[in-house]
């Protein structure tokens, strides 16, 4: 009997000795300000992923659209959105190229009349005639949302509230509450304190937005919810390919038309 209870209390030791310790599971955060530092963090070191955005499912002015980005001191995005570009006018391909703050490039469809060797048109911030607000208008909803680090974690930062948090395997979901107000007084870059405005004038005075983590700490997802009115406005972008190779680069130069 002594030598069985010895053979056991070696066969437990030899167990606790030899067993991996489970996994860790993936870092929850505990406030908003720890999790737009940790995200922000994870994605600037990836710097490149792929995207993709649904439409609202009522109202808004979002489109579909997919493409890459490659985040640093300027993020470089290249999209492509289906929308009508013509009043009554069928849905048309736009692809959208930035490199920089002033300028951006669109490749329009045949149906603006460009020569098929020439597709593509520069797009200047200091115009301010309605083709180029038009189109400046439709790379910078894209934008917003799927370069996430320059406009949504700045405002949840600024003015969210973390509300819940689930774990689904190596996912986490954050609910964040977001107070436009809050932010409109927290945050210190004029333009996005201009972009909260817009929507304080509009009498949207906040946001619930969810941010969905991977077992890494990128993220998955993440979506805004916003009352307008009489509608709920849903925006939703996802994200893959964090840390794979992306080309972004303008058009050439003989591929450009003239602005008339």
């Known amino acids: 009997m002594k030598r069985t209870a010895t053979l056991l209390v070696a066969a437990i030791a030899l167990t606790a000795c030899t067993s991996e310790p489970p996994p860790a599971g993936p870092v929850q955060h505990p406030d908003v300000k720890s999790l737009v530092a940790a995200v922000s963090k994870a994605a600037n070191e990836k710097k490149t992923y792929r995207f993709t955005i649904a439409p609202p499912t009522t109202g808004g002015v979002t489109a579909p659209a997919n493409g890459a980005v490659r985040l640093g001191d300027v993020p470089g995005i290249d999209a492509t959105t289906k929308r009508p570009v013509q009043t009554g006018g069928a849905e048309q391909e ?56 320059t406009y949504h974690l700045p405002v949840i930062g600024a003015g969210g509230e973390l509300k819940l948090t689930a774990q689904t395997g190596d996912r986490t979901r954050y609910s964040i509450a977001v107070d436009y107000r809050k932010a409109y007084d927290t945050l210190t870059d004029e333009n996005l304190r201009n972009e909260v405005k817009l929507a304080l004038d509009q009498g949207v005075t906040g946001s619930v937005g969810e941010v969905e983590l991977d077992g890494g700490g990128l993220p ?37 038309s003239r602005r008339n």
């Open 94 to 149: 736009l692809r959208f190229v930035s490199t920089t703050k002033d300028t951006a490039f669109v490749k329009l469809p045949q149906v603006f009349g460009l020569p098929q060797d020439k597709p593509w048109v520069k797009l200047d911030r200091k115009d301010t005639d309605d083709f180029t607000n038009t189109m400046l208008g439709f790379h910078d909803v894209i934008y917003q949302q799927a370069v996430f680090t």
């Open 220 to 256: 998955i997802r993440i979506k805004f919810s916003t009352q307008f009115q009489n509608a709920l406005i849903v925006d939703e972008a996802r994200f893959t390919d964090w840390g794979t190779e992306v080309q972004i680069a303008e058009p050439a130069a003989n591929e450009i």
